[in-house]
């Protein structure tokens, strides 16, 4: 709601932070700190990663029951040591996301999913809301206050980490990316399948929303657009059998009957109405997603969880273990580029940290003089910069009054602080 604010970034300070303290005290204090490396965890260093280009981006893709296997990989992830510095999410990647960068706690998180998965599974909940389904099968109305009691009246400004989900805006027929706005309207919207859900109304523009897996199940592309540079994309989507039955030119309903109830006839596979019109649905998605396989900015990962059903919301502790198991083994062995993503977190990350043995008297400035240390950030095509400002980069920056003293610093040091302080 506040039109002067173009961003914000959330962040826990410590009380020691708002306590004047002398000096001397102030030294002897961080000096203490630099003992051990920073928590890469910690808000500030995933302050510290968004400042430089180099935070760390999770998405998560749709699939219905299958999104429990999730919460497995998070937790997989925790446990290696990866941070998490932004989510996005599609579908049931929009809720588990959502969940995550709500409560931070892997436990909290695995509690609340399974209890909402257990909701999910009640036919008594579904039998309640079937109505006449002349838009869908369902009124909503479940739905949404099951989704309610996780996220209450949270919007997704409020969350603690950077989030946005995908929905299909099937009144301009276009994809519409959500970061701000009302968290558990955008989420159900993310995850209305057409014929189950009725679209979700925007309460900004009255436009009607459907889920986001139509148009993009794995949103990477947009990570990278939000400024990621290493993305970690999780794909839990159904695969669709592409070995059919050749019944050439003609095709006969009794015949496709006849051959289901007799027991001695071959079986054959042949796609059904609804089928047909779900694949349909998902042609732009499949040729996003096989861009998304082939890229090289982000790490495509895809747990073993092919013989869980959609709407098998029954087995949740199941499908978590297998991306548990699955992310267990692969994380910690995982390799971006040349460098292996422990060396590239640990080493890289707390190399400023372990060259400073003492700490000279400490100011805000100091902040800047880290960061600037950092190694320098990619850049993408995404970021156009013109012959004029690379120009004005290049050239010695100075006159700020917020700079460390110059003499403290060396000239590539100078030239990076710079730059800094300009973005």
Same mark, same amino acid.
Request: glycine share 8%; hydrophobic share 30%; charged share 25%.
């Given at each position: 709601m506040r039109s002067w604010c173009s961003s914000h970034y959330h962040i826990r300070c410590p009380k020691r932070m708002f306590t004047k303290k002398s000096p001397a005290r102030l030294t002897d204090m961080y000096n203490k700190l630099f003992v051990n490396p920073p928590n890469i965890h910690s808000d500030f260093a995933r302050l510290a990663r968004f400042l430089t280009g180099t935070s760390y981006g999770l998405v998560l893709g749709g699939g219905g029951a299958r999104g429990a296997a999730h919460v497995g990989m998070i937790k997989a992830l925790r446990e290696a040591g990866i941070p998490i510095d932004m989510v996005g999410g599609v579908s049931i990647g929009a809720f588990m996301g959502a969940l995550w960068c709500q409560e931070n706690d892997v436990t909290t998180v695995t509690q609340k999913a399974r209890e909402w998965s257990q909701k999910m599974n009640s036919y008594w909940r579904q039998i309640l809301d079937l109505t006449y389904p002349a838009t869908a099968m369902f009124t909503g109305a479940a739905f949404n206050r099951a989704i309610i009691e996780v996220f209450g009246e949270r919007q997704i400004e409020d969350l603690w980490l950077p989030y946005f989900t995908v929905t299909t805006d099937i009144t301009d027929s276009t994809m519409r990316v959500h970061t701000h706005g009302s968290l558990w309207r955008y989420i159900r919207s993310s995850m209305s399948l057409s014929g189950y859900m009725?679209?979700?109304?925007?309460?900004?523009?009255?436009?009607? $929303? *459907?889920?986001?897996?139509?148009?993009?199940?794995?949103?990477?592309?947009?990570?990278?657009?939000?400024?990621?540079?290493?993305?970690?994309?999780?794909?839990?989507?159904?695969?669709?059998?592409?070995?059919?039955?050749?019944?050439?030119?003609?095709?006969?309903?009794?015949?496709?009957?006849?051959?289901?109830?007799?027991?001695?006839?071959?079986?054959?596979?042949?796609?059904? $109405?609804?089928?047909?019109?779900?694949?349909?649905?998902?042609?732009?998605?499949?040729?996003?997603?096989?861009?998304?396989?082939?890229?090289?900015?982000?790490?495509?990962?895809?747990?073993?969880?092919?013989?869980?059903?959609?709407?098998?919301?029954?087995?949740?502790?199941?499908?978590?273990?297998?991306?548990?198991?699955?992310?267990?083994?692969?994380?910690?062995?995982?390799?971006?580029?040349?460098?292996?993503?422990?060396? *590239?977190?640990?080493?890289?990350?707390?190399?400023?940290?372990?060259?400073?043995?003492? *700490?000279?008297?400490?100011?805000?400035?100091?902040?800047?003089?880290?960061?600037?240390?950092?190694?320098?950030?990619?850049?993408?095509?995404?970021?156009?910069?013109?012959?004029?400002?690379?120009?004005?980069?290049?050239?010695?920056?100075?006159?700020?009054?917020?700079?460390?003293?110059?003499? *403290?610093?060396?000239?590539?040091?100078?030239?990076?602080?710079?730059?800094?302080?300009?973005?």
């Open positions: 009725p679209p979700m109304c925007d309460p900004l523009d009255g436009h009607l $929303l *459907l889920d986001g897996g139509y148009v993009n199940n794995l949103p990477a592309d947009i990570m990278r657009e939000m400024g990621a540079e290493t993305i970690i994309a999780i794909d839990v989507g159904s695969q669709d059998d592409i070995d059919m039955t050749n019944y050439g030119d003609t095709l006969s309903g009794w015949w496709l009957l006849w051959k289901k109830w007799n027991p001695w006839s071959s079986p054959v596979k042949v796609p059904s $109405l609804q089928e047909i019109q779900s694949r349909l649905a998902y042609v732009s998605c499949v040729k996003q997603l096989d861009q998304i396989k082939r890229s090289d900015y982000c790490t495509y990962i895809r747990p073993p969880i092919d013989k869980y059903k959609t709407l098998q919301f029954g087995s949740f502790d199941e499908i978590m273990e297998v991306g548990y198991n699955h992310g267990k083994t692969l994380f910690p062995t995982m390799k971006m580029g040349h460098r292996s993503l422990h060396n *590239l977190l640990h080493n890289e990350i707390n190399k400023p940290y372990q060259q400073k043995g003492t *700490l000279r008297n400490a100011s805000f400035t100091d902040l800047a003089e880290m960061v600037c240390q950092i190694k320098r950030p990619h850049k993408y095509k995404v970021y156009e910069v013109s012959d004029e400002e690379e120009d004005l980069y290049d050239r010695d920056v100075g006159g700020y009054t917020s700079e460390p003293d110059p003499s *403290l610093l060396g000239d590539t040091d100078k030239l990076t602080l710079g730059r800094f302080l300009e973005y």
